[in-house]
């Protein structure tokens, strides 16, 4: 907690500032006056009983500031009630992790005395923005000074104002001797060691945590075909037969580390209290729109729209647009393969030193392009997802991951396959994809990391000097720290962060039989990716709330999706060398339907029905290793069916005493008692 600055709330009590809420420099004064007492007031009042004051200008401040800035914090107590009301596990005296209940405080293992130090200051932010986020409308029409902001019970106060405009922001401060002891360890220090991810955790939450996991295990992961690749390239650049064994291990590889990482990612979240917790009942994302209504789950009035329309609008609009992306996409392919033939033709009139650097100069100026029409298809396909108006911020995401996974897949893979399987030149390919792929590294690095810190110095100079001096050195004024944070550019989730390691997964498991290096370029870009992402987490952008995640989510299926297809193209690889090659001398066509599985009724060669049995043997091996590994290591499942056993005992002993009826719901093997289930319907 961030004891050395603190605020005096209006009833004169002092309070750890931990979060900051922004509204527009002109709200009216009646409708900042009910926002403040809907937070103050008492939950059986419907209020947040959370503690807010407004932040007072410092001495450099300026009429410029903005006056409507307020910090918000909470009594120890409160926030322990909030971590048993947003279910948070935590280790227990005996070893497991457990629910935390407020009446059972004393029986965890790191509670001491009134629990100061329990929580840490991430938990106690995520407890605020739950609260802040129920914090719903009672009576009211409308927001106070606001009559067309219309209002109706049960609608989450904070999400409305949100989306129309009145609150600015709402973020967590970040606590600045934590901050720099997690810095030093993390990336101030180069050295060869395990990323701090028990830190990272603790002050940035489960999700990020996962996604440096999983960077860390990626990078690991490589190290072999790394190994592998240095010699290949080294002493068999030319020698295309022997990569068939590279593609072989390519196929075990991808499917094997895949697996490994749902298991290491179970023991990550059990440790960490998310794998069994319970996923919050999700309300409507602050930009769905729709018809006044009653949720049949909740009973709660809440904006209704009508399903049949958002499936027009996703399949009329959205997918025909989709497939013109694509079509632009290939039309840049066809441009670029035209720009090769050019550059080919000059440097075979006349071979110079100069000639042969211009024959890597389109595949620069390609992959270029390529990042430019991924960024700016992003922006649309967030504009469309949003417009197709989903109710669930999860189904959003989920059909915006989607969409920019398939135009992504195409626009960065297609020239790929289009040199392997039709031009079949295995000279371009590996130009192409060395080019591509040390372009595409480049650029990243700039936009990511270079970038941001670059506009955050040029937007306020002087703030970022203050702001450094800050973090490193001296303390600053309340005031003043929250007039540089609230400066500082917002992350926008680990989306962008994932995607890049998707795309560089597929070009390691697709083409790098071809490329042997590919497997060292990537992992040299994940080692400065890791310190990249470290800096900008801790320098460049306002800390994010913690999201309490016990996996890479959607993620992981678009892992293994890729997986799939590198299945089928390391066949598809192995089977255009040379070897197989000489038994279709008159029809490479028919070649490639034999390896991709199209059988030819007039071929009856030995050697092909190997392979295509090879292939079809490695895609259910692939889904073998996925059954037989286990995703969750047997002693977490013991304990979580150990702890499942007690609370079930518990509440049988419990339900026998007070002689009250026990419920089975629906595929559940939990007993609940007749209260409970009553009261679940309470809730909702």
Request: aromatic fraction near 14%; proline fraction near 4%.
């Amino acid at each position: 907690m961030q004891k050395s600055l603190s605020v005096y709330d209006s009833d004169g009590s002092t309070f750890a500032p931990l979060v900051v809420i922004e509204l527009v420099s002109e709200t009216k004064e009646e409708a900042i006056a009910w926002l403040l007492n809907r937070v103050r007031d008492k939950q059986q009042d419907g209020g947040a009983e959370l503690l807010v004051e407004q932040l007072t200008p410092g001495a450099q401040g300026t009429e410029k500031d903005n006056p409507n800035v307020y910090v918000v914090g909470a009594s120890w107590q409160r926030l322990l009630y909030g971590a048993e009301d947003v279910g948070l596990f935590k280790e227990f005296n005996d070893g497991s992790m457990r629910g935390f209940t407020y009446a059972n405080k004393h029986n965890f293992k790191e509670f001491q005395g009134d629990g100061d130090g329990f929580l840490s200051m991430a938990e106690c932010q995520y407890i605020i923005k739950h609260e802040l986020d129920n914090l719903r409308a009672k009576d009211e029409a409308h927001v106070p000074g606001y009559p067309k902001m219309k209002l109706y019970p049960g609608k989450s106060v904070i999400r409305r104002m949100q989306s129309k405009g009145i609150l600015v922001q709402v973020f967590p401060l970040h606590e600045k001797e934590e901050l720099k002891r997690l810095s030093f360890s993390w990336f101030k220090k180069i050295k060869l060691s395990f990323q701090p991810l028990d830190d990272i955790r603790h002050y940035f939450g489960e999700g990020m945590a996962l996604y440096f996991g999983f960077l860390e295990y990626f990078t690991l992961a490589l190290i072999p075909m790394a190994l592998i690749g240095i010699p290949y390239y080294l002493f068999d650049w030319e020698n295309y037969d022997k990569f068939t064994v590279f593609a072989g291990f390519n196929l075990v590889w991808c499917t094997v580390i895949l697996e490994l990482w749902k298991r290491l990612s179970a023991s990550l979240a059990y440790g960490w209290g998310t794998l069994s917790r319970k996923k919050a009942f999700e309300e409507p994302r602050p930009g769905f729109h729709g018809v006044l209504g009653v949720n049949p789950v909740t009973g709660r009035a809440e904006p209704l729209y009508s399903n049949a329309k958002r499936q027009l609008r996703i399949y009329l609009v959205s997918v025909p647009f989709v497939l013109l992306c694509l079509y632009l996409s290939l039309y840049v392919m066809m441009i670029y393969f035209d720009m090769e033939g050019w550059a080919l033709m000059i440097h075979d009139e006349e071979p110079t030193f100069w000639t042969g650097l211009l024959l890597f100069i389109p595949s620069i100026i390609y992959a270029v392009v390529i990042e430019i029409m991924n960024l700016i298809y992003r922006y649309a396909a967030e504009f469309l997802t949003g417009w197709e108006n989903h109710r669930l911020e999860s189904t959003f995401q989920n059909h915006l991951v989607l969409k920019v996974l398939v135009f992504n897949f195409f626009n960065c893979f297609a020239s790929l396959f289009y040199i392997a399987f039709v031009m079949q030149d295995m000279v371009l390919l590996r130009q192409s994809l060395a080019t591509l792929l040390i372009t595409s590294q480049i650029l990243n690095q700039i936009m990511e990391a270079f970038l941001p810190y670059w506009l955050q110095r040029r937007r306020n100079k002087k703030a970022h000097k203050r702001m450094i001096k800050t973090m490193e050195d001296k303390e600053l004024p309340l005031s003043e720290q929250v007039k540089l944070e609230a400066d500082m550019s917002t992350y926008l989730g680990t989306f962008d962060d994932y995607l890049e390691l998707f795309l560089l997964f597929g070009y390691v498991s697709l083409f790098s039989c071809v490329y042997p290096l590919a497997a060292v370029l990537v992992v040299l870009n994940n080692v400065t990716e890791v310190y990249s992402d470290a800096f900008k987490m801790c320098k460049v952008f306002k800390r994010p709330f913690s999201e309490p995640a016990a996996n890479i989510g959607v993620w992981q299926l678009a892992f293994e999706a890729m997986s799939v297809i590198a299945v089928v193209t390391n066949c598809a690889l192995i089977g255009m060398s040379p070897q197989v090659k000489s038994y279709f001398p008159e029809s490479e066509t028919q070649l490639i339907m034999w390896v991709v599985g199209f059988e030819s009724p007039h071929t009856s060669l030995l050697f092909l029905c190997l392979l295509l049995w090879l292939q079809h043997f490695l895609l259910a091996s692939k889904f073998i290793l996925a059954f037989v590994i286990p995703d969750v290591p047997k002693h977490i499942q013991i304990k979580l069916s150990r702890l499942e056993f007690e609370s079930l005992e518990a509440l049988k002993k419990r339900s026998q005493a007070h002689g009250r009826k026990c419920w089975r719901p629906r595929g559940s093997q939990r007993l609940i008692s007749d209260e409970e289930r009553r009261g679940r319907w309470f809730r909702y």
